[in-house]
């Protein structure tokens, strides 16, 4: 953001962009410092306190382990943070300048990387993640592996679609027309303005990693037990939801803010992307 | 280029890509851990057993020589039989296929009804009462587990209000449909999220570029603007990500499946790969794959078709 | 026997209560959710619970379980009679027995259906009948089986799934050559000598069974059972979808109620909460050999192993994973298991012994070990993460892995394991099945524990023929006894079925076997 600043001193911030910063700066604060503000060790149980109610002592109540939900629901944003972004943060990265190549190029390259999109789109997805579990076991880095493997191709066929736009105006021939290289054209003129889309898909992205995180951790793939994550804390709160509704309900309202913050990150900062050119 | 002649070359393009998934899953699946044998029987199993019983599978052949047998018989159009459930996998595909079909189409539907009109009123709107409350809604829907999701719709529209049944398939064409909608929705709301976001972006996107205030110059009707320019502009990128999440949801929808208890390819798939059933596997994949194709082969032709220098 | 989830013997009977007084009502169809469909209903090439489960409601045996799981009762047999030597074993047909086509059920069926039962190329099952040397039919109303050498478990094992009577012409003139062929084409089209038959059959979401006009039993009304027209499974994998479809009065019964829902359904006035008692018993199974990986294995020595049992808060686990539901084990069978002893729960918890014996085992500072789950289940997932904690307590450290069940089963069966956690039922009521792969080594290693005690292999080996009931309890009284002090599993907790039926749904039961039996079930009006 600082960055941004220097570029455009005299532009006020948009707004969508000071919300969702402030939110995914208290949720990096949170995920830094969970010690700070959880009142409860995350992982103690208490066999004669199973599913409390919300109450003075736990405001959002224990879960079936005895263990503090508001406690554990903090400390998960440090597991929760990392799953949103390194579960797609190679794939933006990798999807986006691979796509914004393939763009510009076109013709046979184009067609050549539409075959492999095919390919891994259509390979079942869950072949893969309980492949690469059953080779490097059950965690969170494979889980960011099979994600990433997978999650480029969204970003590269989005890019590649926007650069292929963006290469027939004007600007692009005289680009051109002035000798400059294709390196150049590419990365100095059409990506900053193909790119808003993979942005703001980018911010979506994050929020649906995590909920990913969550079905596979219903399956068993994702974050193991007994670290704290709200995915696997709603899977795990789902057979008491009508008996002990706060052990599921809780965690989603993290996801719910989380989201919310990286989606109005990614409003703001297609905003400035918009506005800088 | 006719149309026809891209479609034909483009199915053309198809059958390498085919080959390559074949052969990946078809090692793959035999990397995994365990055979199906074992797999099903767990701890009962005798070494005797499972080894008398893998050679009657033919899994003590080299794996050569079943990539060839398997090679030859889906030339002759047979995928083989499922080791667990002991029927032709061309049968398992007719079975199972035209639900998850059906269930795609319906949640795609939904999320398109639900998504391009409000993504226009949030646009147009954009960070006023309407917005927030449009991008908040869509947020909650986006961040809720379909698991979860689900069972919060079958709760209060199945078994409270009893407008729709509590799960299942029923008999017959109109029934189906009224089976898969609450489960056609609850993919739906995740897919509409996305769908509005990437498209309320783009709107101001378009709406910001230098070419609609051109056309309020040269004084278009602001309707017409709208139509011929922003959404055309605006699409691109929403179709393509539309088509993407075709894909993923056909061989995706496991746990929509698992919670409406809908008989779909995704159940098959997941039960398949647990159970080391190779050749459901191999036969899904395939299937699957023709009809991912046929989708990213649709959304091509509307990007063709959305392009400004076709369209212009 | 185990497979999925599954469930033992409580202390909750209810099963009298549901045979009341009530003039019994026939006719309609009864709607039961299943979690999973059925697989194969061949009784012979079968090889799952999901089949064996609801198999007897298709094809009768010539003897019947009795419904407390112990006993035998006369089916398509009225009678049996075993020689003084044990060698041999005489069975009368009953008269005018039919198959659900019309056909006379004749001695040639039953013995076409035992040579299938016996045959070592057919099937996983083939063991609780190799006793069996020959079978044949001296005269159209009696078959004779000629043992290889006495066998005390031969009666309970004619009442399993695998000899049930199936119709040798029908069958023989199914589609293909082998015998796999032929039995995946006739159950396309079935004819069954059980109460219902298999009309229609749509994979993976519903199964319709329809009444067997022909069945020979009587009901209480002196007329021809089963009292239903009919009954339809409908899979519901989901179990919070089971129970929100019997509640809105979709279906009529549910399997495998979580045991977290138990206490809200017994409060539901539309609900009949029925906890069957069962064989279940869940526990986990170590790795003995003295090196794992070429590494030294802690869990080779005996004080380790019982510092372990001793680390764990088995009630806790009880309350986390069955909301109290389950039951402290006091055997490794469970107290449904005929010959079952033992009455006080083992290794009550003592976390000061277990680190005493560690010490003495020396390991006083504890020792880092792991543990195989299986990926998604929830019992799996609650066990182990408290099991984590109580032996963080005395310093081991257990690091769990979530794996899928096929990859778990290829790093057991290698040996390639630290620790895994099982479940278990009975198929046959008799011992000699869980005592065979729990601690007799031969079959497979004491469920591939490596675990090998001569004593217990050769009181198993004697207790296999002999035909003295009496000597044949003090042997598995024994057995029980070794194996529970030294053997290579935590015991944790026996577990009962958890079925949920609508309040008009009578007669049903599941047996301590996991048999759904719905001959006798009929619906309230």
Known sequence: MSVLVRLRPATRLPRPLIAGGAIIGACLILAIFPQLFAPYDPLKMDYVALNQAPSWAHPFGTDNFGRDVLSRIIFAYRIDMQIAIFATVFAFTFGTLLGALVGYAGGRIEALFGRVVDAIITFPFLVLVIAIVSVLGPGLVNMYIAVSVVGWVFYARITAAEIKVQKRLDYADAGRAMGYTHFRIIFRHLLPNAITPAVVYWMTDMALAILLGSSLGYLGLGAQPPAAEWGVQIADGKNFMTTAWWSSVFPGFAIVTTGLGFSLLGDGLAEVLRTRK | MPLSEFLARRLLQLIPTLIFILIVVFVLVRLLPGDPTSAILGDRA?????????????????????????????????????????????????????????????????????????????????????????????????SMPVFYLGLILLTVFGARLQWFPVGGYGDGFLDHLYHLFLPSLTLALSLSAILMRNLRAAIIGVLDAEYVSFAHAKGLAPRLILTRHVLRNALISTVTIFGLSIGTLLSGAVITETVFAIPGAGRLMVDSIYGRDYPVVQGMTLALAVLVSVTFLLTDILQAWLDPRVAR | MKFFKAAALSAAVLLGSTVSALAVERGGVMTYGRYADSLFLDPVLNDANVDIWILSNMYDTLLLPTDDGKGVKPGLASDYKVSD?????????????????????????????????????????????????????????????????????????????????????????????????????????????????????????????????????????????????????????????????????????????????????????????????????????????????????????????????????????????????????????????????????????????????????????????????????????????????????????????????????????????????????????????????????????????????????????????????????????????????????????????????????????????????????????
Do not use: C
């Not at chain 3, 008269?95 to 659900?100: L, N, P, Y």
């Not at chain 3, 078959?143 to 094992?157: E, N």
């Not at chain 3, 976390?351 to 195989?372: M, R, V």
């Open chain 2, 46 to 142: 005798l070494d005797a057993d499972v080894e008398r019983i893998n050679r009657q599978l033919g899994l003590d052949q080299p794996i050569i020589v079943q990539f060839w047998l398997f090679v030859k018989s889906v030339f002759s159009g047979d995928l083989g039989n499922s080791i667990v459930l002991k029927l032709p996998v061309t049968t398992l595909i007719a079975q199972r296929l035209p639900t998850t079909i059906l269930l795609t189409v319906m949640a795609a539907l939904i999320a398109l009804i639900m998504a391009v009109p409000l993504a226009f009123v949030a646009a147009l709107q954009r960070e006023k009462l309407a917005d927030a409350s449009i991008r908040g809604a869509f947020q909650v829907g986006l």
């Open chain 3, 85 to 525: 030597d044990g060698l041999t074993v005489t069975l009368t047909l009953r008269d005018g027995i039919k198959f659900s086509d019309g056909s006379a059920i004749t001695p040639e069926d039953v013995v076409f259906s035992l040579d299938r039962a016996i045959n070592p190329d057919n099937g996983i099952w083939n063991f609780l009948v190799s006793s069996i040397d020959s079978v044949d039919s001296p005269d159209a109303k009696t078959v004779v089986l000629h043992l290889k050498h006495p066998d005390p478990a031969i009666i309970p094992a004619l009442t399993v799934f695998n000899t049930a009577i199936m119709p040798k012409a029908q069958f023989m003139a199914s589609a293909g050559t082998t015998d796999k062929e032929k039995a995946e084409d006739f159950q396309t089209h079935p004819v069954g000598s059980g109460p219902f038959v298999l009309q229609s059959w749509d994979r993976g979401s519903t199964m319709k069974l329809v009444r067997n006009p022909y069945y020979w039993d009587m009901g209480e009304d002196g007329k021809p059972l089963p009292y239903l027209d009919g009954v339809t499974f409908e899979v519901i994998p989901d179990d919070a979808t089971r129970i929100l479809r019997l509640q809105s009065g979709e279906i009529d019964g549910a399997e495998f109620i979580p045991f977290a829902r138990v206490s809200e359904l017994k409060a539901d006035p539309s609900i009949n909460m029925q906890l069957f008692p069962s064989t279940k018993v869940n526990y986990i199974t170590l790795n003995v050999r003295p090196t794992v990986d070429g590494k030294e294995n802690p869990l080779a020595n005996v004080k380790v192993r019982q510092a372990m049992n001793y680390a764990l808060n088995k009630d806790a686990i009880i309350q986390i994973v069955t909301q109290g539901v389950g039951t402290p084990m006091t055997s490794f069978m469970s107290t449904a298991t005929p010959l079952h002893s033992g009455d006080t729960p083992l290794f009550p918890y003592d976390p000061a012994k277990a680190k005493q014996l560690l010490a003495e085992a020396g390991y006083p500072n504890g020792f880092k070990t792991s543990i195989l789950a299986l990926a998604g289940n929830q019992d799996d997932a609650g066990i182990t993460t408290a099991m984590q904690q109580m032996f963080a307590a005395v310093g081991i450290d257990l690091e769990i892995k979530q794996v899928d069940n096929a990859t778990r089963t290829d790093l057991y069966r290698n040996g390639n394991f630290d620790m895994r956690t099982g479940g278990w039922t009975d198929d046959i009521a008799d011992p000699s099945e869980i005592t065979s792969y729990f601690a007799y080594s031969p079959v497979i290693e004491a469920m591939h524990s490596g675990w090998s005690n001569d004593e217990v292999n050769s009181l198993f080996e004697q207790s296999q023929s002999e035909t003295d009931p009496a000597k044949r309890a003090q042997e598995y009284a024994r057995i029980q006894e070794i194996y529970n002090s030294e053997g290579p599993t935590l015991p944790l907790f026996e577990t009962p079925y958890p079925v949920a039926l609508r309040k008009n749904v009578q007669g049903f039961v599941q047996i301590p076997l996991g048999n759904n039996i719905f001959r006798s079930a009929w619906l309230q009006k």
